[in-house]
């Protein structure tokens, strides 16, 4: 049986047990939710506290190329980019990391080498995650090969529907053992989780079993990250940390597209969880337009002119 924190040994020792916890943390007030991330949302910030929560989110950036059409210069154009977003100013943060299918894990890190900018891949059959664990552990194994400093698996949301935590649990802990000392970032696809009770739920299975973040979504579904989703998995990583002393980041994902929205979200991160989770080591965006228009922004704060996107390297 997979071992997890002492206090939560007995909720994790079967099926039955596992269901009994998840099903008896506090319900989800749904509109008490949404009230307070929009409530959060309306927050202004002065022209300083702007420009340093530009500079921010740019840092907890994961530039993001997942298609089918991607090719290893397209890979080392966006590592470039990630290193270096404004060739017009070096005082530009770089993003967080890079974020590529396992094939082109390899490509990324030979782009990234000596950057600091961290390599992130796609794994266990991503998007859908239907495939069987040992092709999901494979892939695992061949990203962590190739280079990659973290993962982001898709748990099986057929099983998690179906009530089979136990499932879902172990197969985070053996992916979780597959990364070595790459970080594991475990997505959940909120849009296709159904209830907000359900997104709480997954939330603390993947930080029993071992998750470094959790992760709204994989881009690929009509509904995404929201300020409410993530708003409750921000709640949930603060209540872990205040009930086991464990820190876990947290990467919405998908669809954060503005400066604007982006500010809404470290505002929810600062209120809800707190400064020590104001650091790309605890909080990322999962993006790859987003960038474009931060730099545009950040320009215009510096200049005084708002540059238009001619003026920035567009994915």
Same mark, same amino acid.
């Given at each position: 049986?997979?071992?997890?924190?002492?206090?939560?040994?007995?909720?994790?020792?079967?099926?039955?047990?596992?269901?009994?916890?998840?099903?008896?943390?506090?319900?989800?007030?749904?509109?008490?939710?949404?009230?307070?991330?929009?409530?959060?949302?309306?927050?202004?910030?002065?022209?300083?506290?702007?420009?340093?929560?530009?500079?921010?989110?740019?840092?907890?950036?994961?530039?993001?190329?997942?298609?089918?059409?991607?090719?290893?210069?397209?890979?080392?154009?966006?590592?470039?980019?990630?290193?270096?977003?404004?060739?017009?100013?070096?005082?530009?943060?770089?993003? =967080? @990391?890079?974020? #590529?299918?396992?094939?082109?894990?390899?490509? +990324?890190? *030979? !782009?990234? /080498?000596?950057?600091?900018?961290? %390599?992130?891949?796609?794994?266990?059959?991503?998007?859908?995650?239907? =495939? @069987?664990?040992? #092709?999901?552990?494979?892939?695992?194994?061949? +990203?962590? *090969? !190739?280079? /990659?400093?973290?993962?982001?698996? %898709?748990?099986?949301?057929?099983?998690?529907?179906?009530?089979?935590?136990?499932?879902?649990?172990?197969?985070?802990?053996?992916?979780?053992?597959?990364?070595?000392?790459?970080?594991?970032?475990?997505?959940?696809?909120?849009?296709?989780?159904?209830?907000?009770?359900?997104?709480?739920?997954?939330?603390?299975?993947?930080?029993?079993?071992?998750?470094?973040?959790?992760?709204?979504?994989?881009?690929?579904?009509?509904?995404?990250?929201?300020?409410?989703?993530?708003?409750?998995?921000?709640?949930?990583?603060?209540?872990?940390?205040?009930?086991?002393?464990?820190?876990?980041?947290?990467?919405?994902?998908?669809?954060?597209?503005?400066?604007?929205?982006?500010?809404?979200?470290?505002?929810?991160?600062?209120?809800?969880?707190?400064?020590?989770?104001?650091?790309?080591?605890?909080?990322?965006?999962?993006?790859?337009?987003?960038?474009?228009?931060?730099?545009?922004?950040?320009?215009?704060?510096?200049?005084?002119?708002?540059?238009?996107?001619?003026?920035?390297?567009?994915?």
């Amino acid at each position: 049986m997979p071992t997890t924190l002492p206090a939560f040994a007995d909720a994790t020792a079967s099926d039955s047990a596992l269901r009994r916890f998840l099903h008896g943390l506090p319900g989800v007030d749904p509109v008490g939710l949404e009230a307070r991330a929009a409530a959060l949302g309306t927050r202004s910030i002065k022209t300083t506290a702007k420009a340093y929560a530009i500079d921010l989110a740019i840092s907890m950036i994961d530039l993001t190329t997942l298609e089918g059409a991607d090719t290893p210069g397209k890979v080392r154009a966006l590592a470039a980019k990630a290193v270096n977003p404004d060739p017009t100013d070096r005082t530009t943060p770089r993003t =967080a @990391a890079v974020c #590529v299918y396992p094939d082109m894990a390899a490509t +990324a890190a *030979a !782009a990234l /080498a000596g950057s600091g900018v961290k %390599v992130a891949s796609v794994a266990t059959a991503f998007p859908a995650g239907r =495939a @069987a664990l040992d #092709v999901k552990l494979a892939d695992v194994r061949d +990203a962590v *090969a !190739a280079g /990659a400093d973290e993962i982001d698996m %898709v748990i099986d949301r057929g099983a998690f529907l179906a009530g089979r935590y136990l499932k879902v649990y172990e197969e985070i802990v053996a992916v979780k053992a597959e990364c070595g000392s790459a970080r594991l970032k475990v997505i959940f696809e909120t849009g296709e989780l159904s209830t907000y009770d359900n997104i709480r739920r997954a939330s603390w299975l993947g930080m029993l079993a071992g998750a470094d973040f959790i992760k709204t979504s994989t881009g690929k579904v009509a509904v995404n990250a929201t300020p409410a989703n993530t708003l409750l998995m921000l709640e949930a990583v603060r209540d872990f940390r205040a009930q086991t002393g464990v820190q876990v980041g947290v990467k919405p994902a998908g669809g954060i597209r503005t400066s604007k929205d982006a500010v809404k979200f470290l505002v929810l991160v600062n209120e809800t969880a707190g400064e020590d989770w104001l650091d790309n080591h605890w909080f990322r965006f999962g993006a790859s337009s987003l960038l474009d228009d931060l730099l545009m922004q950040r320009q215009k704060l510096s200049t005084g002119r708002y540059s238009g996107p001619d003026y920035v390297t567009v994915d």
